[in-house]
């Protein structure tokens, strides 16, 4: 089992940056995938972007050049630097660790961006 818990949310206005980080916990071993997904209201789940444990990241068009995701491997976290923010980045943000075959999701953290 893996817990996975987000921090770094909250109430930023168009053009600030923030931080979000998630710490895992549990049984992790070998390959595997961490990630920040996002779900407006109304709207579904999307990928924010990943980053495997080796290093390899992808990024939603939307935010390439403004977020940079990163991850520390010996504490089993993951970042989520997000600059240049817009009203429309205001979502919950999950943190997801994908390990063959099991996925794990945080609990959410809200990034509200104001105008």
């Known amino acids: 089992q893996v817990q996975l818990v987000e921090s770094g949310g909250g109430l930023v206005q168009a053009g600030d940056s923030l931080r979000l980080s998630c710490a895992a916990s549990g049984s992790i071993f070998g390959f595997n995938v961490m990630g920040w997904y996002r779900q407006a209201p109304g709207k579904q789940r999307e990928l924010v972007a990943t980053i495997t444990s080796g290093g390899s990241f992808n990024y939603a068009d939307s935010v390439k050049g403004r977020f940079t995701i990163s991850r520390d491997n010996a504490k089993n976290t993951v970042y989520l630097q997000m600059n240049s923010l817009k009203p429309e980045d205001t979502a919950v943000y999950y943190c997801?660790?994908?390990?063959?075959?099991?996925?794990?999701w945080g609990q959410g953290t809200q990034v509200t961006v104001s105008s």
């Open positions: 997801k660790l994908s390990q063959p075959p099991f996925s794990y």
